[in-house]
């Protein structure tokens, strides 16, 4: 089979050369290194990885396969991913397609043959970068000042890629709770975790007000998890409604909910990628998704107390008012765990 040569440059100007697999295209974004096995299909079809270029550390990929029904949303949003080795045919009997198969089809491009170990050790060491992929373009001067041209755009809004546009209620026979879901790119499966709770559910577009949600009756508003951006005017609009409805943030609206009650936020020097980060639960470790490479920054203000921590660098996880009925979740838990919370400012 012939092999078409592809690079990746990071913005330090370190090289790794290997071969392009997927769509033959140039894709710049954040790497993050993820740690998992599998998970592929959730992962860069999560909208929280919109802006992300995945680097898989596992050295086989793909082995699984892709079904589509897996995805948690109706594309792929990350920019590219970088894999040791990938699997050309899959052993899964739910998979439809394999990896190469699917991310052409979604014009995703790809690099492999590098060392994804080495690669995750330079940025351990290095803290985060932007990362160029190519299989047309290997004058790396000329990729290095794409690189610097594209750090230097990073004020766009990517909610604007990944948020819901109009709104969509999810009807329930017999609700116990009323969920206003302020949608900044939510994931189907934390969704249908939500339905499962007998929950009715509205998903509101980012432009929405405390007016649209209280006009519904909604008894909480949940911020979703979504592509990483300090949106100051959501910020604001989340400051002004504090007081008036029982909030819970998810990852980047949990990060959005700590800045707009006085927490500094800050780029993590490693991200928090992938479904085996473990933080303190009552006195015990459990083990977590997470999507963020954005943390809060100790100490809190005074109207904040920690809840919970990571177990490895000891950030802050999970965090919640000392007043209001106000928390917020960096990792992605079970439901189970905060439900009962709701309206509350004491999540577990």
Known sequence: MQKNKAILLLQDNTVFNGYQFGANQERIGELTCVTDMTGVTELLSDPASAGKMICMIYPEIGVDGVNPEDMESGKIHAEAIAVKSY?????NWRAKLSLEEWITKNQTPGIYGIDTRALFA????NGPMTAIISSTEFNTEILAQKIKNYNSSQHKNLHDSTARKTANEIKSESPTKRIAILDLGAPN???SEIAKKQAEIKLFPIHSTINDWKAWNADCLIISSGTEYLNTELISLIQNVLDKIPIVGIETGAILLAKACGANIEKMNMAHYGSNHPITYKNKHILCKQRHSLGIKEPLPSNLTTISTNAIDKSIEVFAHTE????GF???VSVDLWWD????????
């Open 189 to 191: 499966s934390f969704i």
């Open 330 to 332: 960096l990792p992605r």
């Open 87 to 91: 699997a050309r045919t899959y052993s």
């Open 341 to 348: 919370g709701l309206g509350t400012n004491k999540p577990w």
């Open 122 to 125: 330079h940025i351990r060491k």
């Open 324 to 327: 209001l009925p106000v928390f």
